[in-house]
């Protein structure tokens, strides 16, 4: 049975996509996910897409899936590392995945996820609660 | 020289659909397309070939390299026998979807090609023509 | 005006003579160039008289447009295509339809006898064709070197726009002249390809070199800003000239949250902040 590898960093959940996803194997992703995340008590998951020469509406969907997923179980998502002529092509679509972080690799996705929490704990901190 | 300059796949599973972009990707590949073309191509290509076989129950892509104009180009051609769209112009717009998804299949699909063409009615099935060239 | 029959008959009955001579006249005025063989010169006359002889039936005056032409039109297209390859002048391509007139005019005399009313009535009518063919080479031959320059002048153009590294993770990119859709496709690739290359944060988008932003332009520049965020970049446009800005609010474009400055100055002081690095003066 196929399926897409999580890797634990820390308090953060890597995902790299690299082969050509089906439905069974997104469906798959996102059990999986939302069970690590709760598992482990993630704050924040990368999804890795540089490996990825193709973005269509049906990846796309899920990766907002896993994003509100995610965010519902208390983790914040970041996609990392989309290739120049998916960024355009997903443009022309009219696929602008609002709402949604980016980053260029995932060190910088981990940097922003760090300021994210950060700022989220700040926050928390100034509401006295 | 013998190539093949055309050809069909079936598009009756989600596998089918990995596989005819693929081809997609190869057959832009060998025209000399640029990456991005390569990848609107095929982007577009997924779009269409996921509608007929989620909403048109399953068909078939048909492909052909052409000269036009001394360009060369890629044509697709999606055909379902399915339920087939009753109301094309609201199907064209933008943000309309049958309920599944985002909803950007075919005017979406229409933006990454240099032709499009579509024939579809109520039960008679759809029929999508993509064009891209050099 | 009466339909020629006697070119017809000329191209069938002396098809290899023609040929021969037509051949002859063409190694005489095109002074041997070698840009093309003669195997493909001696192809390229022989489908055109084949061709000739099935149009010709149909001759009416100049006028080549109907569809018994298409086939002639059609051969004459693509030969005009592969001569604008093969580095031929507009003239010479023409040449090749013209010089068959004296070969074609001998055979009509030889053929029309004692006729001289037809062989007048022949003689025009075989010329007015062969005009109108000629013209059409030219013609066709012109459209497709534009096209070749237009390819050319995008390549220029890749070459020609110039990503600029200001910091490092800051990209500037100053844009001039008129930005239409096959302009804003090249540059955009080009800088998403550099922010990949470089690990740059931050493009700026410099447009003080840009006379007018309509709808269109300011689609594309949307669109610019767009991708770059979807690969994990920011954008900032500078160079908003008052007059643009006017043009911006008037035509109800939405900037949709893009963070402008008024020059590139104000722009990198905001880029480098923003990276966290501090100035000190």
């Known amino acids: 049975m196929d399926r897409i590898p999580i890797l634990r960093m820390g308090e953060f959940l890597l995902v790299t996509i690299q082969v050509d996803m089906q439905d069974q194997l997104a469906l798959r992703l996102q059990e999986d996910l939302t069970a690590a995340i709760e598992r482990h008590s993630s704050k924040g998951v990368l999804i890795d897409i540089s490996a990825l020469e193709m973005v269509d509406s049906f990846i796309g969907r899920m990766i907002s899936d896993i994003s509100g997923m995610g965010r519902i179980l208390g983790a914040e998502t970041i996609v990392t590392g989309m290739q120049p002529a998916v960024a355009i092509t997903l443009v022309e679509l009219g696929l602008s995945l609002p709402g949604i972080a980016t980053a260029l690799d995932v060190e910088r996705g981990m940097e922003v996820l760090r300021a994210k929490i950060r700022n989220g704990a700040d926050h928390v901190a100034d509401d006295g609660r | 020289m013998s190539q093949t300059t055309g050809g069909e796949v079936p598009l009756k599973s989600e596998h089918d659909i990995v596989l005819a972009r693929q081809l997609v990707r190869r057959l832009t590949q060998q025209l000399g397309f640029s990456i991005v073309d390569q990848t609107k191509m095929v982007t577009a290509s997924s779009e269409l070939a996921r509608n007929a076989l989620i909403h048109g129950g399953g068909g078939a892509m048909q492909w052909h390299l052409f000269t036009r104009d001394a360009k060369q180009g890629l044509e697709l051609v999606f055909i379902d026998a399915g339920p087939g769209i009753a109301n094309l112009e609201l199907a064209m717009t933008d943000g309309w979807s049958s309920g599944q998804g985002l909803g950007m299949g075919l005017s979406g699909a229409r933006r990454l090609v240099n032709d499009f063409n579509i024939r579809s009615a109520a039960g008679a099935g759809t029929t999508v023509t993509i064009r891209r060239w050099k | ?281």
């Open chain 3, 1 to 281: 005006m009466v339909t020629s029959c006697l070119i017809a008959t000329v191209l069938r009955k002396q098809r290899k003579q023609l040929h021969e001579q037509w051949m002859l006249e063409l190694g005489r005025v095109s002074a041997g160039r070698g840009r093309i063989s003669s195997e493909e010169l001696a192809q390229q006359t022989a489908e055109f008289l084949a061709l000739l002889e099935q149009a010709s039936q149909h001759a009416m005056g100049g006028e080549i447009s109907s569809n018994e032409f298409k086939e002639i039109r059609e051969f004459l297209e693509r030969v005009s295509r592969s001569r604008v390859q093969q580095g031929f002048s507009s003239d010479e391509t023409a040449t090749l339809i013209f010089s068959f007139k004296r070969p074609l005019f001998q055979a009509l005399r030889a053929e029309a006898g004692k006729d001289a009313d037809m062989l007048a009535d022949e003689v025009w009518t075989a010329t007015e064709l062969l005009d109108a063919l000629g013209l059409h080479t030219v013609k066709t031959f012109q459209r497709a070197r534009e096209e070749v320059i237009n390819r050319q002048q995008q390549e220029m153009l890749e070459l020609s726009t110039p990503v600029v590294k200001l910091w490092d993770g800051i990209l500037a990119l100053p844009m001039i002249g008129t930005l239409d859709s096959a302009r804003t496709q090249i540059v955009m690739e080009s800088l998403l390809q550099k922010i990949v290359e470089t690990g740059s944060q931050i493009a700026i988008l410099d447009i003080t070199g840009v006379p007018t932003v309509d709808t269109l332009v300011a689609q594309h520049l949307l669109k610019t800003v767009t991708a770059l965020r979807l690969m994990g970049a920011e954008c900032i446009v500078s160079g908003i000239r008052p007059q643009i800005a006017q043009t911006i609010v008037h035509l109800g474009v939405d900037l949709q949250g893009i963070t402008t400055k008024a020059n590139l100055a104000d722009a990198l002081a905001l880029a480098l902040k923003r990276i966290g690095v501090s100035l000190t003066r």
